[in-house]
């Protein structure tokens, strides 16, 4: 096949560069693409039907095909630019390692995630590090935060820190809003409270215009992420801090496009956005077993994920103007299955 770096589109020479520094699996692609999951599946059944890569049950190769076309497009072998040190986060948590350490041993008995829920729980680096991150901004220290949603219990780590003023969990899942609230018994975390809320629910009066800090890693509908946003809007002060994560995975550049759009009609900027810098500890039995697209429609007999590989980019962004969220507060929505499904969702379930 003639071919050349003008025929081979952004995902397909991601991926060939990335098979020519080593075999990868499935789950390796997935977490090294920057483009949704239908469009990389999409490439990766195209290269194997070219001959470009071949698949033995568990890693994808370069085939010789694969590697005559590369060495045409390649003008330097490929080198991971990342470092190593920090695994390309661009942060350095070591001095938030007891806290990691302490944290670990004080949710050992959490409560499971319920897909159903959209519960994706990040691994407990990801935590540390959003921390480590957030201290970093000055958004930590002394501060008033609020989260929508926390299956992955970093208010726990907040308040276990001592730095912020004030942790409040607005949550759906009434065995986490339970399970928080008896750790803060526990644990004597005066700071820490967890409220039973749906997202579709209007915003309490006494939550408007009451937080430095909003934080969230919600569904990745346009019409979902907005409104999780929006009601986050509304409870942050003046110049107050947003924070929340997004794919590649579940979410393409237009998509991306959309959201962005409707944050800046909010009042905020958007200051920094770091890559990957999420990972999630999704359950590989649940993957396998309850129909996941990913898995279903991969084209390829699959293993279980054996590492973490569903990402997301976590975005900071500041009000820079009055907050204008864009679904009203004092109203509540019925957005049912536009909540958290649309034809990019394939992580989901509905």
């Keep these: 096949m003639e071919i050349n770096c003008k025929v081979l589109n952004k995902t397909e020479y991601i991926i060939l560069r ?17 483009d949704t999951a239908a469009n990389t599946i999409a490439v990766i059944k195209k290269l194997l039907q070219e001959n470009v890569i071949n698949y033995d049950g568990k890693y994808f190769n370069l085939t010789e095909e694969g590697k005559k076309i590369l060495k045409s497009v390649l003008k330097k072998e490929y080198v991971d630019v990342r470092c190593k040190e920090c695994g390309g986060k661009g942060i350095n948590s070591n001095a938030f390692q007891d806290l990691a350490n302490q944290f670990k041993e004080v949710i050992k008995d959490r409560p499971a995630a319920i897909p159903e829920f959209d519960q994706g729980v990040v ?3 990801t935590v540390i590090n959003r921390i480590a991150f957030m201290y970093h901004k000055g958004d930590l220290e002394n501060k008033d935060i609020v989260l929508i949603g ?14 912020p003023n004030k942790v409040v969990v607005l949550e759906a899942d009434e065995r986490l809003v339970n399970y928080i609230n008896q750790k803060a018994r526990d644990l004597n975390l005066k700071n820490l409270e967890a ?17 430095d800090v909003f934080l969230t890693d919600p569904v990745e509908t346009v019409q979902g992420i907005t409104l999780f946003i929006s009601r986050g809007c509304s409870m942050l002060k003046e110049k107050g801090v947003l924070y929340f994560g997004l794919t ?10 959309k959201i962005h759009r ?19 500890e999704l359950n590989p039995d649940d993957i396998v077993s309850k129909g ?16 973490p590989w569903y990402n997301s980019a976590f975005h900071r962004l500041e009000l820079v103007e009055k907050a204008k969220p864009l679904f009203d507060p004092n109203q509540t929505y019925k957005l049912e299955r536009d909540l958290y499904y649309d034809e990019e969702a394939y992580v989901t379930l509905y």
Aim: proline share 1%.
């Design 262 to 280: 409707n944050l800046y009609e909010m009042g905020f900027v958007i200051t920094d956005i770091l890559d990957k810098f999420q990972l999630y």
């Design 123 to 125: 691994n407990l680096e």
């Design 292 to 307: 996941y697209r990913v898995f279903t429609e991969a084209g390829v007999k699959l293993s279980k994920p054996e590492k």
């Design 18 to 34: 990335s098979l020519s520094a080593s075999s990868k699996t499935y789950w390796d692609l997935l977490l090294e693409s920057f």
């Design 248 to 257: 590649h995975i579940e979410a393409s550049y237009s998509k991306w496009y």
């Design 150 to 163: 926390d299956d992955d219990l970093t208010s726990i780590a907040l308040s276990l820190s001592n730095l």
């Design 195 to 211: 409220i039973v809320y749906n997202v579709e629910w209007k915003v309490e009066k006494d939550l408007l215009n009451s937080f």
